[in-house]
């Protein structure tokens, strides 16, 4: 089971961006995705997730409206387009899953078992 995800880069504050993560080895109709992010000097915590059999997703206050997750089942992708880029967005940013796992609140509260690598956002001026 791999995740592959693409799509960082820098930004100025109010800015967008996408970013995608190639699944492969499993398909998204029944495990919970999620996008986790780690900032310098910060703990590691979840900004998006979604359960891929009834897309019922979960989303932290500090992200809410701001940010969406979504998948493209036929590119087996997940994408976080995220708008309205903050300073404080800056970090590393991964997807994630755990097979066996379908809501998408228990995975944006825990850590998953399978990770992609990291993809830099930075938001600065």
């Known amino acids: 089971f791999q995740l592959q995800a693409s799509g960082g880069g820098l930004v100025q504050p109010g800015g967008s961006l996408r970013l995608s993560c190639v699944a492969s080895?499993?398909?998204?109709?029944?495990?919970?995705v999620g996008w986790f992010r780690r900032a310098p000097g910060k703990e590691l915590e979840a900004v998006s997730c979604?359960?891929?059999?009834?897309?019922?997703?979960h989303y932290p206050d500090f992200v809410k409206g701001r940010f969406t997750i979504s998948t493209d089942k036929a590119k087996n992708t997940i994408y976080l387009q995220m708008n309205d880029l903050k300073p404080e967005d800056t970090a590393i940013y991964y997807c994630?899953?755990?097979?066996?796992?379908?809501?998408?609140?228990?995975?944006?509260?825990?850590?998953?078992?399978?990770w992609g690598q990291g993809t830099q956002v930075t938001v600065s001026s």
């Open positions: 080895g499993f398909t998204l109709d029944r495990p919970a």
């Open positions: 994630a899953t755990e097979l066996g796992l379908s809501s998408s609140y228990a995975l944006c509260h825990r850590r998953p078992t399978t």
């Open positions: 979604l359960s891929t059999n009834n897309d019922i997703t």
